[in-house]
């Protein structure tokens, strides 16, 4: 029988699920909610300071639907009860904090990995 | 004039440059320092808990010496005064917490980008 896996490691692949399926089968404009109000997002290298910026960002990709692969996922806690998330695939870091009975991003940084290995 | 650099981006900076000049110019056993008791590594999916654990990993890798190539590099603050980091190339993140006047790594996950392509 596998092990139990963690509360943290239970919470983190339940919160990418959900953060993949708004982001793939919704017009994205509902994403912004995932985001704490002072959260960070840095795409391909520039800032959206904020869960307003965020969601600007995020609605106006140029892209009408994306279907996202998923290869790897890696989860910890931190010692500020943070979970601290990497996906492999589509490159993403998110961190989570816990806020008002939900657990909500403050830190997400995104690359596409692809266009970016060294020669 | 370019703008300044914000503290976190100096100190996150700082550290990763620290970071890998210890791993690719000394025989690794001093990486450990660099790393809190209670930090988390994930490498390749496998968990080193503790100072300990992490060194010895680091330090058992099977290539004698390493040149980094580093493409990319994301930093961001987080609401518990952490600097959050993304290093592409070898495709490494990062978490740092300020304790006993220093700046010590709680959380560390890799994964060797190039192995891990979706197709």
Chains 1, 2 share one sequence.
Request: glycine content about 6%; proline content about 3%; aromatic content about 12%.
């Amino acid at each position: 029988m596998a092990a139990e896996k963690e509360i943290w490691q239970k919470i983190g692949e339940g919160f990418v699920q959900e953060y993949y399926n708004q982001f793939d089968n919704t017009n994205r404009t509902t994403l912004g909610d995932l985001y704490s109000a002072d959260a960070c997002l840095t795409w391909e290298g520039s800032s959206f300071p904020g869960k307003a910026a965020i969601a600007g960002k995020l609605a106006s990709l140029p892209f009408k639907s994306i279907k996202h692969i998923i290869t790897e996922q890696d989860f910890q806690p931190t010692v500020d009860s943070c979970i601290f998330i990497m996906v492999f695939g589509q490159l993403k870091v998110f961190m989570l904090k816990h806020h008002a009975c939900s657990w909500v991003c403050t830190n997400d940084v995104f690359r596409l990995g692809i266009h970016n290995i060294p020669a």
